[in-house]
């Protein structure tokens, strides 16, 4: 349908809308014309991506001043779902409106894991194989080698792309990965470098959250976006662990030990190089300032064309940027090596020592005369020598480059982190296993730069709740902060709390209790209890991977689990990905089967985070505990500290607002659209408290009745064997189309609203 939204000309692929999809495309709307940033929670399964895009991309036709959608995920199978999404859009466009609606380009762009098709090396096992293998085909002295030398093999599709040169481009239309390497290989261009390349040209473009948050990563790919771009951060519940994960570096012995080995192989390979090709070595300096005028790190207004053009670059540029004690490669090791004896030196610790990065580099300059200008340039230096150096496998290097980034980091920030070196493994605390962990504190650091360079960003998840928090953990101003609901005609969701088992025993994994016998088997009885009424799939979540280990092996010995599986097989979810995704696959199986499968998983794990137990897989899904953070945690303990002395945010209200949308993520994954129903079951006596429940999404307390509040789990069971009663009879098709909107309903709630005044809410 074709519809109006104050004013705006809406494409949206669908004959009718949900009423939430409306208010969210209404509030969406409000902040691209206020050009400001917002965050917007909706319900799962009501179409949040599709509403983004049709909005988006309708308002880049209205107002072709604004710039690029780009379009953040956390996955590769997220980034092909909304190019899939956007290719029926443009197709409804194409097809309804043709030459009214204007063309798109989008693409999606990922690693060269994803887009080779180069025959041999696209066969190769890992990322990082094929990253080192497409190097060595491709990078610029091996194919200046191959002028002389017949022997050197080049990519073909690489070479393809390159003759091709500004003919190198895309037809009109949306490009998923699967097109790119098909497209690929019919013009014998390389997809992983034309998409690099159209992304200056594409209206939409989608990709990965680091290639936006990691600075590293983000000033090869995101630098040269403009800034009227309307970047949206999807699923982004996390966003401020992500940030923190960007920039922290965690430094073992081991991997001092092989940046060490590291070094020495550069170190030899210069001593060769100085032998053979000096005037190479001459030159890096200038190619890196090039590189950093390019990058933008140092200003091109400085630097004239003469200049820029000019293989000796002027005293007062060279000042301005890398100090001249690493200039020179056989100085820049000498430098990383004393960097590195120091870093060893301060491992050789008995107890924790916690200090921030003014301190470090204080010391650091007292004790081996290194200061912060000169750590900053560290990991710039370090990817100019590689290049000059020739060396392809970088990730051979992977020690070093994390030791220069160590540098760079807190060369770079004298606040918001925390230096932290511990003699023993958290997990192994007799084992002697020394760390030093450079920790960001502050989430705000990595999503500055995003919010100060682009009008508009958007934070949108289904489970964004409780909201309140995120403006002050990310340190910004949103323009609109809304949490929608969703429109239902029937109860498909039951959310329930129980709070003790039949023998009046409290349910909670508080530490106080959660080991006591009676606590463990009711746990298990209201498992029993569920697998014999709740059909198909059964997920549970647990709040640490020992405490589901703990739980289990009691359960063994209680006889529960042979319980279980009279009703339901049972399959766990491990710390391996490889048998976690085979366990997965038997569940679905089980469930397809009819057998029935119950998949006992923990919260923040891979399965909490990325993988929907839609339909029949998932009728019903347990918390077993409310998922605090490991409170003794050091690191996060540093991090509290921090966020209560910076931003006044309480200890315990930060706890509780990660345990919750942990929780909210969890037991969000059995509804993935309005047709679907399950019952969620929050089994901690905790949950009865305003203080934490208030706290859960809109969407789902909405549901949560007073009757289903402090149960017990025999009471929680008659509840259960009412509500999948009632969800067992045929679903009214045409009652659903009650809580839709047409055109015309939009049509004569737009008018409602100009003679009004109204807003919806």
């Known amino acids: 349908m074709k519809f109006k939204l104050e004013g705006l000309d809406v494409y949206f692929p669908y004959e009718f809308i949900y009423p939430e999809q409306y208010s969210y495309m209404l ?19 009501t179409g949040k991506t599709i509403t983004l895009l049709s909005l988006i991309t309708s308002y880049q036709l209205a107002h072709p001043e604004v710039g690029k959608l780009v379009y953040c995920t956390r996955t590769v199978p997220e980034m092909e779902k909304v190019l899939a999404e956007l290719k029926e859009l443009l197709e409804y466009r194409s097809k309804h409106f043709p030459g009214g609606a204007g063309s798109i380009m989008a693409l999606g762009l990922s690693s060269r894991k994803n887009l080779c098709v180069h025959p041999q090396v696209a066969d190769e096992g890992s990322r990082e194989s094929v990253d080192a ?102 699923e982004a519940h996390n966003i401020d662990n992500v940030c923190i994960e960007a920039l922290s570096v965690n430094l073992r012995q081991q991997t001092m030990d092989a940046a060490s080995r590291n070094l020495r192989t550069l170190s030899n390979k210069i001593t060769h190089l100085k032998e053979t090709d000096e005037k190479r070595l001459r030159d890096e300096y200038s190619r890196l ?25 002027p005293e007062d540029v060279l000042q301005e940027t890398v100090p001249g004690n690493i200039r020179r490669a056989e100085h820049y090791i000498a430098f990383m090596n004393r960097f590195l004896a120091y870093l060893k030196d301060r491992l050789k610790v008995n107890q924790v020592v916690s200090e921030t990065p003014a301190s470090f580099v204080n010391s650091l300059q007292q004790t081996v005369q290194i200061d912060a200008k000169t750590l900053r340039f560290c990991y710039d230096r370090l990817s100019s020598l590689l290049k ?40 192994l605390p007799n084992i ?6 450079l920790s960001c504190l502050d989430a ?33 101003n949103p323009v609109s902060i809304q949490s929608f609901n969703m429109t239902l005609t029937r109860n498909c969701m039951c959310p329930v709390v129980v709070t003790r088992g039949a023998d009046q025993t409290p349910l909670t994994t508080a530490f106080e209790l959660r080991s006591d016998p009676a606590v463990v088997r009711s746990y298990g009885r209201l498992l029993v209890d569920l697998s014999t009424v709740v059909p198909d799939g059964i997920v549970c979540f647990f709040v640490s991977y020992l405490y589901m280990d703990q739980i289990i092996s009691k359960w063994h010995d209680m006889g529960i689990l042979q319980e279980i599986m009279q009703n339901k097989l049972i399959f766990i979810e491990t710390q391996d990905v490889v048998e976690t995704t085979l366990a997965l696959d038997n569940f679905r199986r089980a469930c397809d089967s009819g057998r029935g499968a119950i998949f006992l998983s923990v919260a923040r794990g891979k399965v909490a985070e990325g993988i929907d137990f839609d339909r029949h897989y998932g009728r019903c899904v347990v918390m077993f505990g409310i998922p605090y953070q490991y409170t003794l945690s050091r690191i996060l303990r540093a991090r509290l500290d921090y966020l209560q002395e ?103 709630l737009n008018e409602a609203q100009e003679r009004d005044g109204m807003i919806l809410g």
């Not at 009008?455 to 995120?470: A, D, K, M």
């Open 133 to 234: 293998q497409c190097r060595k085909l491709t990078a610029s002295w091996v194919r200046e080698r191959s002028v002389s030398e017949e022997s050197v093999d080049l990519c073909e599709f690489f070479e393809g792309h390159e003759r091709a040169g500004s003919e190198a481009l895309l037809p009109t239309g949306v490009y998923t990965l699967a097109d790119l390497r098909q497209f690929g290989k019919e013009r014998g261009w390389c997809p992983y470098f034309l998409a690099r390349h159209m992304v200056s040209f594409a209206n939409v473009v989608v990709y990965n959250y680091q290639y936006m948050i990691d600075p590293k990563v983000s000033q090869m790919v995101s630098r040269e976006l403009e800034k009227e771009c309307v970047v949206v951060f999807d």
């Open 646 to 748: 910076t931003f006044q945010i309480k200890e315990n209200d930060y706890l509780t607002f990660d345990a919750i949308r942990q929780a909210s993520q969890c037991v969000g994954r059995v509804i993935r659209s309005k047709a679907d129903y399950g019952m969620m079951v929050f089994a901690d006596r905790r949950y009865q408290r305003h203080d934490k429940r208030d706290k859960l999404p809109g969407w789902i307390t909405r549901h949560l009745l007073e009757a289903h509040l402090n149960l017990s789990t025999d009471m929680m069971l008659h509840v259960a064997r009412d509500f999948m009663r009632n969800m067992a009879q045929p679903l009214d098709r045409a009652a659903m189309g009650k809580s839709l909107l047409s055109e015309q309903a939009i049509a004569a």
């Open 289 to 313: 300032v090039q590189g950093l005028v390019d990058r933008g790190a140092l200003s091109r207004e400085r630097m004239s064309d003469e200049i820029l053009a000019h293989p000796t670059l």
């Open 432 to 437: 002697p296993d020394p760390v030093i962990q």
């Open 444 to 476: 705000s650091l990595a999503m500055k730069p995003i919010f100060s360079k682009f009008q508009s960003v958007v934070i949108t998840s289904g489970t964004l709740s409780p909201i309140e928090l995120y403006p002050r953990i990310l340190n910004f």
């Open 27 to 45: 509030e969406l709307k409000r902040s691209l014309d206020a050009r400001g940033h917002c965050l917007l929670e909706m319900p799962t399964g």
């Open 388 to 427: 000059t150096l020739q060396i392809t496998n970088t990730d051979d290097f992977t020690p070093v480059h994390l030791l220069a980034d160590f540098a760079t980091l807190i060369g770079t920030y004298a606040k918001g982190f925390a230096i932290i070196i511990e003699p023993f493994d958290s997990r």
